[in-house]
T-cell receptor, first 113, second 114 residues
């Protein structure tokens, strides 16, 4: 089926530590994956994306890893800051569904002082 | 550059009524998609419009409809509101046809049905 799942609903990390948020997807036809951050009262905000022909992509303090063999996606946040506290969603864009994203259930990241 | 604008931000309606939500995409973006977000179901795709045509539709009843105007602004309508329609309705715009590049969300309209 077409579903995207998150391994953990909540994650707490100490400020300054690295965070890793995981996501499993089931649609092997998906060719594009996106991580979004959603803060309270706001819409999802684009963090980073990756196409299926890549294994890793880095942004500012964030890295996305894609393992197509086991259909697993992860978001790594370096030196986590209080402003990183939010819900993080992974989303997949199945090939052919130009604008229909399938979202995971989200992980609430809490950064502890 | 202005982002995706959704109006109104908050709305309270009574069961049985209908509601229209508005979305103004980023200038130059021709694709507008709508999503419903609830605590129980998460983010679910409603429909997508490109050049005034509905290109894709999610698994929602016919009470949910939408349209797109020539300036790419979009509206969605929900008729005969039910309590379960209470949700955050999100609009996202994008300039491209393929993939999800530049998919930007608005802040949403919080609909409460009482």
């Amino acid at each position: 089926g077409e579903s995207v799942g998150l391994h953990l609903p909540t994650l707490s990390v100490q400020e300054g530590d690295n965070s890793i948020i995981n996501c499993a997807y089931s649609n092997s036809a998906s060719d594009y994956f996106i991580w979004y951050k959603q803060e309270s009262g706001k819409g999802p905000q684009f963090i980073i994306d990756i196409r299926s022909n890549m294994d890793k992509r880095q942004g500012q303090r964030v890295t996305v890893l894609l393992n197509k063999t086991v259909k697993h996606l992860s978001l790594q946040i370096a030196a986590t800051q209080p402003g990183d506290s939010a819900v993080y969603f992974c989303a997949e864009n199945p090939l052919g569904s130009a604008r229909q994203l399938t979202f995971g259930s989200g992980t609430q990241l809490t950064v502890l002082p | 550059k202005a982002g995706v604008t959704q109006t109104p931000r908050y709305l309270i309606k009574t069961r049985g009524q209908q509601v229209t939500l508005s979305c103004s995409p980023i200038s130059g973006h021709r694709s507008v998609s709508w999503y419903q977000q609830t605590p129980g179901q998460g983010l679910q795709f409603l429909f997508e419009y490109f050049s005034e045509t509905q290109r894709n539709k999610g698994n929602f009843p016919g009470r949910f409809s939408g349209r797109q105007f020539s300036n790419s602004r979009s509206e969605m309508n929900v008729s005969t509101l039910e309590l379960g329609d209470s949700a955050l309705y999100l609009c996202a715009s994008s300039p491209d046809i393929q993939g999800g590049y530049g998919y930007t969300f608005g802040s949403g309209t919080r609909l409460t049905v009482v």
